[in-house]
């Protein structure tokens, strides 16, 4: 499991250089042919990964329910986000890593509820999430990287 949080700690460390490379107008803009924007995708990840691995396992998670119902899966920028909500998100792409370590090593994670993704690939346990979360990460950082060339 190691492998899988240090790619996963990767991954957010590169979602973090977004934050720090655009501007708050950058990452709010939803570019022509796009449905979404930068920020949105960052938020979307953290909500999806909490939604992946505390819900279907019976925890309640770190995540606000307002933000929750801003990025959760099916969902599009509907007004711009602030820069106090940026600060909140930023905190959140790195806390939760460890938090969801901490966690996992504390055997915190007892049950867990087997889904069928809105992908189409089947989550039978916990070390499927986290496996399958990297890759949903990895997805919306390809998104990302394609938005980048328009902002």
């Given amino acids: 499991m190691e492998s899988a949080f240090k790619i996963w700690e990767t991954s957010r460390n ?5 934050l720090s490379k655009y501007t708050l107008e950058q990452l709010n803009k939803v570019p022509e042919g796009f449905s979404n924007n930068l920020i ?3 938020g979307h990840i953290i909500v999806a990964q909490q939604a992946l691995v505390y819900k279907s396992s019976g ?3 770190y995540v606000p329910d307002a933000l929750f119902e801003l990025y959760k ?3 599009r920028p509907t007004a711009a986000t602030s820069q106090e909500e940026v600060a909140e998100l930023k905190e959140l792409l790195i806390s939760l890593v460890a938090q969801t370590k901490a ?3 504390a055997g915190k994670f007892v049950t867990y509820k087997e889904r069928m993704t809105g992908t189409g690939f089947y989550v ?3 070390t499927d999430a986290i496996q399958f979360n990297n890759y ?9 990287m394609n938005i980048r060339k328009f902002v």
Avoid at 14 to 18: A, G, T
Wanted: glycine share 10%.
């Fill in 40 to 42: 949105w995708n960052i």
């Fill in 103 to 105: 966690d996992y090593y």
């Fill in 124 to 126: 039978a346990s916990l």
């Fill in 73 to 75: 899966p099916g969902t």
């Fill in 136 to 144: 949903h990460e990895a997805l919306h950082l390809g998104v990302m």
């Fill in 14 to 18: 590169l979602y973090l250089d977004f």
């Fill in 59 to 61: 925890l309640p998670g």
